[in-house]
């Protein structure tokens, strides 16, 4: 199950995980699971060592610069070969921080759309976005019907304005 030849899916793991936030680093809210009025936590959910994990993977699979990035400056060497984690922090510094840079995209399969602005800036007050969650779930799952969210000037705006009728639809 982890051959990517095999299983090129495998491939779209860290891409998926990064594409888990929006605004430069909030965690995108699926209904009323994440407190609108917290604070930006970017990196909270990401810095455990299993999905750490999956980011030296996905370099190995890909070169991606930006999952070197992370390995870089969130995971550290560990038992990275010297060769290797050479080559990982050059790829690095061609890279910058991808949840604070993350472009707009689409998470087709968990059914999210997130249109971002002002992707270069470095500050999070500056980003602004919106996602749209059109996946549908049951039970625990958050069948929100077109639920969208609104982030700016740091804060996430907007919270749970999907409908949701017990996942009865119609």
Known sequence: LLDPVRFPRLKALPEGLIGLYTAGGHRVGIGDVHDPQGWIKPWTHLMKDEVL??????????????????????????????????AITEAATKSRDPLLHNESGILEGFGIARLEENVDATDRRLKHAAMLRFGVGSGHSHPDILDLEVYGYGVRMSSDLGGRSSGQYG
């Open 53 to 86: 994990n999956v980011y030296t993977e996905g370099w190995q699979w890909t070169r991606d610069p930006r999952y070197a990035w992370i390995l870089a400056n969130r995971r550290g060497q560990k038992e990275i070969p010297d060769a290797e984690w050479k």
